[in-house]
């Protein structure tokens, strides 16, 4: 028994993040792999591997292009010392006969396929494989010893099997027997004398590969595929063979083990494209479980093609490795954790290696009487009269497989190299003549979400007109057809290589039949679109000829993209890796104004950018062309839905002020009802496979009508969250009524609605409290009852009813820590809706936790739009109320405080927030001043308590009454704690009033964004009105500032005007204190 041995490797940053400035977040201690969580480095996971690689820094690029270690003390794991542990142990094992398998896995751009087959002159591990295997053979030749190379390379897509050296269409069947288990049928095995044509092989198959990949999508590594080198030791005179079949499987992104079906869609793992994967998750899972002891009555291995072809490498006759691939960086946490804990589980796998050894005379007399057997059954068949085709059929079907059995055995090593030499030598030709052009023209190269797909497929560029699109009736075109299929014709080729066939099938109407023109005069090269056509240059959208320069990024149609390469004159052996589809991708959003700037989330240092900006950035560049491509099949498909992508909370805070966590969301609109609904990213991948899935289906002529429960393109009507409003709290600290007027605002900060709504501090039997209640130091309120209402009274200029009168409106929110949400009711077919909501709550007793929280924090209002036939919010159940009926909120600070995103702290506010910061510290003045009010009427107090006592003995005596003696003092007592604390309240009340609108400013300012479009007129109507916001809160900032102190002064004015007792001096004080701030 031996186990599945794991190794994992750690990749070097790629350009994308490293434009991103992603931090790492793994450390490696020989085998032991730890990862932390980046929003909380304390949260580390440690993993134990076989083996494990640090290939992430310490490596420099020598002369050959080949990246190795920086020095002695580096720890850099490059190619060859992978080969060195993996390689090496796969030939001993095939030298020794047995059956030898390895797994690559990893998430999509996490380092698989270049660890397996390199980039460039940095091989992987299956050329140095090879190489090596024909180095070791050239030293062990004898005389009566024979060496046979097999190679084969299949592909697994849609659960279908593609054999990528063969030139005929369409798939394989898997079949299975007794004695070799499941097998490809008919699958070319090709034999090889040397490397060289092992290396022709591979660049033919990556070459089909590449054009098949692009006919559906261009956008992800989805297909699976495997490598067979079959490796025969001949010994002749004993008439014996060992046999070890080398498998190497480059697996699908993993990543759609996460995303796919998540989130609770109703379509979960609904497509055969998931289907390999996720049963081969489930194998490994059923195979651990055996491994560790536990009782299993079935392995999955017949629920997927993929999982029947590696039967043997899990659990059966192989020695098997894998090795994991995973990104460092802090956006793919999750990726490499799930990566991490699947490959753990991996290494507990047990399989059953045997020596292959057969003798060739007793396999061959094995398949004679094999057939002798089923040729009586089909005798007997037919002389009892019985009609039995199916049967029947099946048993010809297994004589007929024996016989091409035998007669592969029979056929001789050097018959099979005889025949495949009039292959190479036409393919030599083609390969010479491809390497000509490209050393006299210019070309497009294509390029590819997977990077070993890329430059594979070269549209050269010759003197005159080449006509780009669907049409091949040019003297010169390149022909592009489908979601991004490509496949060229020109008359060069006629001439030197022949007629390539074009693929059948319903193509994609997203290029024209004449979409562009490509003209070459004089060696300068230009481009020019022709009509409406989709092309895009460096990241913007062309209408008019234009010159291309060499290293030039053009994206044609919806998603056919290309690396433009100069003449040989123009090329300085640049390093053409860097422009990968990331860097296409990347190039466009930052022209349609999605970049790290437009989300936000800059440190202080402007180095330092939240780790979920950088994933929500990572998203939006991978997820971009998948819309695009939805938005095609929709439309080849005639479905009436369109896809927009959004970034979730672009613009939009909690309840304290901080940016919340964004996320990327797809839009989805029917056209012809407006009904509308928001998937997450993951619920979008999830239908994008299915989607796919049923337009492989119409492509190949099947039949696609769904029922409305399995259309991916259907969802039930749901409502739909329009934007969010901010009512600040502090208002009800000092029992002050506020009334506001503020706007809903979407993800992206644009206005959806005005909302007209008060927070009115009321008794418990909900009368509202006068000015006299108005408190002017909040911490009154602490162990007291807090009553209040949030009425809502209207919702004006909703853009929702705008697009669509026949929809409506809710409106929800959360009081405090309240555990249900409070909504109104819904209002319909009303652009003004007038929504008279009125909730009443209570808190029994006011910690100084729950003022500190309604001084810093907002009520959230969530705007929802409905739509017809989708379910309208209702009260979730009943609620503890007091006995007037004010529902009961028992405020827990924790639970409102231990929120992700409020642990950013006071890093995520603005300067402008710092402002408001300043009028903190003013208002703690404002209570210093109360309190020596305070202090000053005990003292008055007092001293006309004592007063009272000598007088009222006096009138006893026969004196004058008390007011006729001292008016003035009567007339300050009857009127200096009433005059001034009201007035003093009313100020205050005036002030949060003007402080609420300032707030409202400083919103708008903040989600005010620049034009996306690159136009200068644009650009300086913008820059105006975002001075004149600027200079406007400067001013209504400066007026509530300066009224306050006015009103401030006035009251100690007053009160220095009504008494001359002791503590003016403090008055004095505090007033120059007030006038320094």
């Known amino acids: 028994m031996d186990s599945v041995r794991v190794a994992v490797r750690v990749r ?7 434009d991103a400035g992603c931090v790492c977040i793994i450390s490696l201690a020989l085998n032991r792999i730890t990862i932390w969580d980046p929003r909380n480095r304390r949260n580390t996971k440690t993993f134990t591997f076989d083996l494990a690689y640090w290939s992430h820094s310490g490596f420099v690029r020598n002369e050959e292009g080949i990246l190795i270690p920086d020095g002695p003390t580096s720890k850099y794991a490059d190619q060859r010392k992978v080969f060195n542990d993996l390689g090496q142990e796969l030939l001993s094992n095939a030298w020794q006969g047995y059956n030898t398998t390895l797994l690559a896995y990893g998430q999509t751009g996490s380092g698989k396929s270049y660890s397996m087959i390199g980039y460039g002159p940095d091989k992987g591990i299956i050329p140095l494989t090879c190489d090596e295997l024909f180095k070791t053979i050239k030293q062990n030749q004898e005389a009566d010893k024979q060496f046979q190379i097999y190679f084969s390379m299949l592909e697994i897509y849609n659960e279908k099997v593609i054999d990528l050296l063969s030139k005929h269409p369409g798939g394989l069947r898997v079949r299975e027997n007794s004695q070799r288990g499941f097998y490809v049928e008919d699958v070319k095995l090709v034999p090889c004398e040397n490397y060289n044509q092992i290396e022709q092989l591979m660049e033919e198959g990556t070459r089909k590969r590449t054009i098949a990949s692009t006919n559906i999508n261009v956008t992800s590594s989805r297909s699976h595929m495997i490598i067979t080198v079959q490796f025969k030791q001949v010994f002749l005179k004993d008439h014996l063979t060992k046999q070890s079949n080398i498998n190497l499987v480059d697996l699908a992104g993993s990543e759609r083990q996460k995303t796919s079906g998540s989130e609770g869609d109703r379509l979960r793992e609904g497509t055969a494209i998931n289907l390999s994967l996720t049963t081969l998750g489930n194998v490994i899972s059923a195979l651990a479980e055996i491994a560790m002891g536990k009782r299993m009555l079935h392995v999955p291995y017949r629920n997927s093609t993929l999982t029947k072809l590696l039967q043997p490498a899990l659990g059966g006759n192989s020695k098997t490795l894998m090795i994991a691939t995973v990104s460092p960086a802090d ?15 991996t290494k507990n796998i047990q399989n059953k290696a045997v020596i292959n050894e057969n003798a060739t005379e007793r ?35 297994l004589l007929a497989g024996n016989e091409l059995l035998l007669v592969e055995i029979q056929t001789s090593w050097e018959q099979r190299l005889e025949k495949a030499q009039k292959e190479w030598k036409h393919q030599f030709v083609n390969l010479m003549q491809e390497r000509f052009m490209i050393q006299m023209f210019p070309y497009l190269s294509n390029v590819n979400v997977d990077p070993q797909l890329t430059a594979f497929v070269r549209h050269f560029i010759q003197d005159g007109e080449s006509v780009v699109g669907q049409s091949g009736n040019f003297p010169q075109a390149i022909i592009i057809r489908g979601l991004g299929y490509v496949e060229t014709e020109t008359n060069f080729f006629k001439k030197y290589r022949g007629v390539v066939g074009m693929p059948s099938g319903s193509f994609s109407k997203n290029i024209a039949e004449k979409h562009a023109t490509i003209t070459n005069q004089n060696s300068k090269v230009s481009l020019e679109p022709h009509g409406q ?17 060499h290293l030039d990024r053009l994206i044609l149609g919806s998603n056919s993209t290309y690396l433009y390469v100069g003449y040989p004159s123009e090329r300085n052996n640049e390093d053409l890796s860097k422009y990968d589809y990331d860097f296409f991708q990347s190039e466009l959003a930052k022209v349609e104004g999605f970049d790290r700037e437009a989300l936000g989330h800059m440190g202080r240092n402007n180095r330092s950018v939240d780790p979920s900006v950088l994933a929500v950035l990572y998203d939006y560049i991978r997820v971009k062309p998948m819309v695009v491509e939805a938005n095609q099949i929709s439309g080849d498909l005639h479905k009436d839905f369109s896809f927009d992508l959004e970034v979730k909370n672009l613009a939009l805070t909690d309840s304290r002020g901080s940016d919340l966590t964004k996320e990327v969301m797809v839009k989805v609109t029917n056209k012809v009802t407006d009904q509308i609904w928001v998937w997450s990213k993951a619920k979008f991948v999830n239908r994008k496979f299915i989607m796919e899935d049923v337009y492989q289906r119409f492509v190949d002529g099947q039949n696609i009508s769904e029922d409305r429960e399995n259309d991916p393109f259907w969802d039930p009507i749901e409502a739909v969250h329009l934007g969010s409003a901010y009512v600040w709290l502090q208002s009800l600290s000092y029992c002050i009524v506020l009334e506001e007027h503020v706007e809903f605002r979407n993800s992206q900060g644009k206005e959806e609605a005005i909302l007209q709504m008060n927070l009115v501090p009321c008794n418990p039997s909900g009368q509202p409290l006068g000015e006299k209640e108005i408190l002017i130091d909040p911490t009154e309120l602490v162990g007291h009852r807090l009553d209040f209402q949030v009425q809502i009274t209207r919702c004006l200029g909703i853009k929702w009813l705008k697009e669509n009168i026949k929809r409506g409106i809710q409106i929800s929110y959360r009081v405090l820590n309240h555990p249900y949400l409070f909504h109104s009711e819904p209002v319909w077919n009303t652009v003004n809706a007038k929504v008279d909501h009125t909730m009443q709550f209570a808190v029994k007793c006011v910690s100084q936790e729950l003022l500190n929280y309604l001084q810093n924090h907002a009520l959230v209002l969530d705007l929802w739009g409905l739509q017809e036939g989708c379910e309208e919010m209702v009260f979730p159940g009943n609620f503890e109320v007091t006995d007037k009926g004010s529902i009961i909120i028992d405020y827990v600070g924790s639970q409102l405080l231990s929120n992700k995103d409020e642990d950013k702290g006071d890093e995520q506010f603005s300067e402008l927030y710092i402002k408001l910061s300043k009028l903190e510290q003013e208002t703690d003045l404002l209570r210093n001043i109360n309190r020596t009010l305070r202090n000053d009427n005990v003292m008055l107090q007092t001293a006309i308590n004592k007063m009272s006592d000598d007088l009222s003995l006096a009138s006893r005596s026969g004196g004058k009454p008390f007011h006729q003696m001292n008016p003035q003092l009567f007339g300050w007592r009857s009127t200096s704690k009433a005059s001034c604390e009201v007035d003093f309240a009313k100020a205050l009340k ?17 989600q005010h964004r620049p034009p996306v479009e690159n136009d200068m007129e644009l650009l300086q109507m913008y820059l105006h009105k975002q ?43 505090t007033k120059r204190s007030l006038s320094e701030v």
């Open 12 to 18: 070097a940053f790629n350009q994308t993040e490293k």
């Open 331 to 345: 956006i793919c946490y999750e990726e490499t954790l799930s990566t991490l804990r699947y490959t753990e589980r």
């Open 363 to 397: 396999l061959v007399q094995e398949l004679k009487a094999e057939n002798a057997k089923l040729q009586l059954k089909i005798t007997k068949i037919r002389n009892s009269g019985k009609r039995v085709e199916e049967e029947t059929a099946e048993l010809r079907r």
């Open 533 to 549: 056509a989709r092309v895009i240059l460096n990241g913007v959208l062309i209408h008019t000829k234009v010159k291309l320069a």
């Open 990 to 1006: 005036t002030f949060y009033k003007s402080m609420n609108r300032v707030q409202s400013q400083i919103s708008g300012l903040r």
């Open 1027 to 1069: 001075s004149q916001g600027i200079k406007n809160f400067g001013d209504q900032l400066e007026s509530c500032i300066n009224k306050l102190k006015n009103d401030v002064s006035f009251i100690v004015k007053k009160k220095r005007e009504n008494t001359t007792r002791p503590g003016e001096n403090k008055f004095h004080s």
